[in-house]
């Protein structure tokens, strides 16, 4: 288990004041940060007077988290949730919290848990095949070894838009069983035909980051979870609540980016083969973002804050979806 997070960590939460300015946060407003990670946008959050309801499946992250004095008293500022954010609507009434004022994701994984070898998340250093976020059920590993090759070559094309998706998944049956991350990564380069320093799909793209990725998303259903995640905001946010997602990759920001729209009634009108339906549906969002990215100066400080972008919308009156979470 790690060591407690401290306010002091070296974590950098990306687009913070973006996120920040977003989410217009005001003293005494209830937060959820449905992705609490090493506690960034929490700590943010915190310190802007509102008490924060954080959500997280690992449990290394919800102990660190318990070690900040806001989650000690009668009324904690720091309500710790050891849930999945899909299970963000379910969990917050059992709080007996029907509607919140903010909720801000940070899609995918987190610094922390890359940084840890144990974890198994990248391959820059040598450790076990795991990349499990909540450090349970079916491993990377047992993904690797156990499923069939189109299984595998499906998974990489899907999630992690391999265009040799059924070269690199045959190249992993063949060389069965795989243990570590630095195997794993060695038999994608392999068959991708990379040479160290050919500087192959660009600088400082490693090709088994495509299929790091895809078996990282698969075995942590990662899209399903997003998926059910927006169903849920758009329940718990209160008239005038706002939403901000950052994401990392094109898979989730395409669907961040459909939601809003869909949300706020933007998706294209029918045609003359599927005509538009009589009464459109009011708008669930409005004054949705344009995509944000980071500035050049944040780069060069958080060289991770590079692939990500912020969506964000401001929840109207009109009722959720029935199907909502």
């Not at 009156?317 to 909502?324: D, I, T």
């Amino acid at each position: 288990m790690t060591a407690p997070v401290s306010h002091d960590a070296p974590h950098v939460p990306v687009l913070l004041d973006e996120v920040l300015e977003a989410l217009s946060l005001h003293a005494g407003n209830v937060i959820i940060d449905a992705t609490f990670g090493a506690g960034g946008y929490t700590r943010a959050f915190l310190d802007a007077g509102a008490t924060v309801h954080a959500f997280d499946r690992d449990p290394d992250a919800i102990a660190a988290g318990e070690q900040w004095p806001e989650t000690q008293g009668d009324s904690p500022r720091l309500v710790l949730h050891a849930r999945r954010f899909s299970e963000m609507a379910a969990s917050m009434a059992e709080a007996g919290i029907a509607q919140v004022d903010g909720i801000a994701m940070d899609i995918g994984v987190s610094s922390m848990q890359i940084d840890q070898a144990q974890r198994g998340f990248a391959f820059s250093v040598d450790g076990p095949l795991d990349m499990t976020m909540s450090q349970s059920g079916p491993t990377a590993a047992d993904f690797v070894n156990e499923a069939a090759e189109k299984d595998i070559a499906d998974v990489l094309y899907r999630y992690g838009e391999e265009r040799q998706s059924r070269r690199v998944a045959r190249a992993i049956v063949a060389a069965r069983p795989l243990s570590t991350t630095g195997e794993l990564a060695e038999v994608v380069r392999k068959a991708l035909g990379y040479r160290p320093h050919s500087n192959m799909g660009g600088p400082n793209k490693d090709p088994a980051t495509r299929s790091f990725q895809a078996i990282r998303i698969h075995v942590n259903g990662e899209l399903d979870e997003l998926e059910a995640g927006l169903s849920a905001s758009e329940k718990l946010l209160s008239e005038g609540g706002r939403l901000a997602i950052v994401s990392f990759h094109s898979l989730e920001d395409r669907m961040v980016k459909t939601f809003f729209r869909d949300a706020a009634s933007m998706n294209p009108r029918g045609s003359r083969h599927m005509p538009e339906a009589r009464t459109a549906p009011l708008p669930r969002f409005a004054q949705l973002s344009k995509a944000i990215r980071p500035s050049a100066a944040e780069i060069d400080r958080n060289p991770r804050a590079r692939s990500a972008t912020l969506r964000s919308g401001v929840r109207t009156s009109a009722p959720a979806r029935e199907n909502v979470a």
